[in-house]
């Protein structure tokens, strides 16, 4: 990809369309504009590399996959989802999958903080997720 830098390992969020076609991963329109808006929201319109391999890497392993998409809600790195963090997620997690239920982050709060900490870890998020599949 023309915009590749390595020094920071991204491409513009703007190539994404072009590398899914190439990577042969067909997504509707709408789908593809909506990982567009989530590279361009949460990572200044740059698609990290490495986070974006890891979720092709695991996207026939269901907790892998999820834990992805919960460590790329983490845009601080703190480990923790916050409230900003998870609403934009949850959209961009129902544009990928359209039957993911609408759900509040006092919701995910109540259903998903196993240790009762008052915050939401990376695990949890992805547990939770998964938990809302089944």
């Given amino acids: 990809m023309k915009s590749f830098r390595a020094e920071d390992e991204t491409i513009s969020s703007a190539d994404l369309p072009e590398l899914l076609n190439l990577m042969k991963y067909e997504?509707?329109?709408?789908?593809?504009?909506?990982?567009?808006?989530?590279w361009d929201t949460n990572f200044g319109g740059r698609a990290r590399i490495d986070i974006f391999c890891n979720?092709?890497?695991?996207?026939?392993?269901?907790?892998?996959l999820l834990r992805e998409y919960a460590i790329s809600f983490d845009t601080d790195k703190d480990g923790f989802i916050s409230r900003e963090e998870f609403e934009f997620g949850v959209k961009t997690l129902k544009v990928h999958d359209p039957s993911f239920a609408e759900v509040t982050y006092d919701q995910?709060?109540?259903?998903?903080?196993?240790?009762?900490?008052?915050?939401?870890?990376?695990?949890?998020?992805?547990i939770w997720i998964m938990s809302k599949k089944e």
Wanted: aromatic share 8%; charged share 30%.
């Fill in 27 to 38: 997504r509707s329109e709408e789908q593809v504009k909506q990982y567009v808006d989530f």
């Fill in 55 to 64: 979720i092709m890497l695991v996207q026939h392993d269901r907790y892998q």
């Fill in 108 to 126: 995910l709060l109540v259903e998903a903080d196993s240790n009762a900490d008052g915050k939401i870890s990376i695990d949890e998020v992805a």
